[in-house]
């Protein structure tokens, strides 16, 4: 059943399974926004009838094989990550479930590969795999960075065989994952059907659970057009309630979905609430059929636990478990095997702890905000893996490209600027100077971490940066592209910065390269938002034409920029956009970026 497009027969074959008899279990407290979800469906099955299972979530690990640094380093100031340190914690709330009487399925919500660290980009995602596979994944959904390199690639992920150009690693081959990817809403633009299983099947204690697995229906906006050009991105509540509507044609009544797409709650300082939740998964899950009582979320890197009403009004567990591998969701799931259905569901975020206590209960470090590891909390057989992959890169990842004065960080100022953000705009209009390039943009998403001044991966010493660290900030590989613009284009792709504005999904305000600057007013209507627009202090001309440098991303309307394809003349600069941040850093000490280019008027 996993490699058929069209499993409606094989689900009806395994729901004619013979069912099994289960264990014990305790009825779920009482659930608010500030506890960790816990959901009465139904009244509780006999005994003899009732069953128990297990899920293990996590969502978005983007290949965080070795450990979080800086500012991303902590959970709610835990400190958390690493693959091995993941497996560790996997692995044991396996064994937990199990010695509960549960069994124990582990699943993710998409982003597992894609805007890797070095250690797994340099080898196509591969060591991510790997790595998965070994700690036991059993079935995932598609994220939009499974399609980072394509549609092609990501088969290549989920069936195996050598990389087409770079062949395999020491030249011992690629096996493919041995869990499952679903892509439910991403078909073939002549076939009409997925590219991969839309849905999966397992059998939890003697009941059928189906497992529906999407990406978020606007996946083209967010990558690279050239590797999905012959696939479609479907809607997530009418794709999801087609699938499960099949599955409820053979008997499959208990369902969950794995759907990249989520949301977020308020600063409550609790990894498993659900305190003032708003997002685009609301009405997701508000249109749900009641046979989907788990939604295992992610694309939005925050933690929560939460009960949202469906189509029906019905409660419907809806879980993340924030990015990087840093939480794992536990989900327990009561069953009644007469009915075939979830009777009540209670989830809670566990934290990936990797870190050393001391005894007043803070955490040992070896400089301000460098954790000491637990050698106790590390899972064995993901260490040998990773240090395979870690000690094949070593030479590339650990040299020395330049330097810093202080932590650069990502962090936005309220006008959604960031001083890394400036300091890579700055680097890509350096980089592009032989183009005659005035001004660069750099879309704030493309930056996925801080730059750490005391961080050593390498031994190296503090302020010091290695490539390694270059290319966990900027680890896509985009090209960089100088075109020419108009001054009243221009304006047209800072209007679009909006949600709401000429198809802008969220609002996302641009990183801007120095000398050029602007304002804009929030409360004003859409479209005539920005304003006083200068370069180097002069007025930009509305019919002026002006050199303006991006990735190759952005310059192909990612993000929902559509605005930036007007840019004509367009050159390629050698080499990519993290090697423009490399000779920038080369150049260093480099300073924080001040943040004070944009003003936000209201």
């Not at 069209?6 to 689900?11: D, E, G, K, N, S």
């Not at 200068?534 to 920029?561: C, E």
Request: hydrophobic share 40%.
């Amino acid at each position: 059943m996993r490699h058929l497009a069209l499993p409606a027969l094989a689900v009806a074959v395994v729901a004619t399974i013979p069912l099994s008899s289960g264990s014990n279990a305790s009825s779920a407290p009482a659930w608010t926004p500030l506890s960790p979800v816990s959901v009465n469906m139904a009244a509780a099955a006999p005994a003899g009838h009732a069953a128990y299972g297990n899920l293990l979530a996590f969502n978005d690990f983007h290949g965080a094989i070795d450990a979080p640094t800086g500012s991303g380093a902590a959970v709610l100031g835990t400190p958390a990550g690493g693959v091995e340190y993941l497996a560790h914690w996997v692995k044991k709330l396996r064994a937990e479930g199990e010695a509960a009487g549960q069994e124990v399925v582990t699943v993710g919500a998409g982003d597992m590969i894609g805007a890797t660290p070095l250690v797994s980009a340099a080898f196509h995602d591969e060591p991510t795999i790997e790595l998965l596979s070994e700690l036991g994944l059993d079935v995932s959904s598609v994220g939009n960075h499974e399609f980072d390199e394509g549609v092609t690639e990501l088969q290549r992920m989920q069936h195996g065989g050598c990389h087409p150009v770079d062949g395999c690693f020491a030249g011992d081959g690629f096996a493919g994952a041995e869990f499952q990817y679903l892509a439910a809403n991403v078909t073939d633009k002549r076939t009409k059907l997925p590219i991969l299983p839309p849905v999966d099947v397992k059998i939890i204690d003697g009941v059928p659970v189906g497992f529906i697995g999407m990406t978020l229906e606007g996946t083209p906006g967010i990558v690279n057009p050239a590797g999905i050009t012959k696939v479609d991105f479907r809607d997530e509540v009418e794709t999801a309630n087609l699938w499960s509507g099949l599955l409820r044609l053979v008997g499959i009544k208990a369902q969950v979905l794995l759907l990249h797409e989520g949301g977020q709650q308020g600063a409550t300082g609790n990894i498993s609430t659900c305190d003032g939740f708003t997002g685009v998964i609301s009405p997701i899950v508000a249109g749900l059929r009641d046979e989907i009582g788990v939604v295992v979320s992610g694309h939005t890197h925050r933690f929560y636990s939460c009960s949202l009403p469906n189509k029906s009004g019905k409660p419907v567990v809806v879980t993340s478990a924030g990015t990087n591998g840093q939480l794992v969701t536990d989900i327990t799931l009561n069953m009644d095997r007469r009915s075939r259905t979830f009777t009540s569901i209670e989830a809670h975020n566990v934290v990936v702890e990797n870190g050393v206590r001391n005894a007043d209960g803070t955490w040992q470090t070896t400089a301000p905000g460098v954790f000491v590891r637990n050698p106790a909390l590390v899972d064995p057989a993901a260490k040998t893996i990773a240090d395979k992959y870690r000690t094949a890169v070593a030479p590339l990842a650990n040299r020395i490209v330049g330097s810093v004065s202080a932590d650069i960080v990502r962090d936005v100022v309220p006008s959604g600027e960031s001083p890394l953000g400036d300091v890579i705009a700055d680097a890509q209009l350096a980089w592009t100077a032989s183009a005659g390039a005035q001004l660069a943009l750099m879309n704030p998403g493309g930056i996925r971490a801080a730059i750490t001044y005391a961080n050593s991966p390498g031994g190296e010493a503090p302020g010091q940066v290695t490539y390694g660290e270059a290319f966990t900030v900027q680890p896509f590989n985009n090209l960089v592209v100088t075109a020419s613009l108009t001054g009243a284009q221009l304006d047209a792709v800072l209007e679009q910065q909006f949600a709401g504005h000429a198809g802008q999904n969220t609002t996302k305000i641009l990183q801007i390269s120095a000398g050029f600057t602007y304002s804009y007013d929030s409360t004003l209507p859409l479209g005539s938002r920005v304003s006083d627009l200068k370069l180097n202090g002069t007025p930009i001309d509305p019919a002026a034409s002006y050199k303006v440098t991006t990735n190759d991303f952005l310059a192909n309307g990612g993000d929902n920029f559509t605005a930036l394809t007007a840019g004509t003349g367009r050159v390629y600069a050698p080499g990519f956009d993290v090697d423009a941040l490399v000779a920038h850093l080369a150049t260093g000490p480099i300073t924080p970026g001040p943040a004070n280019r944009i003003t936000k008027l209201g």
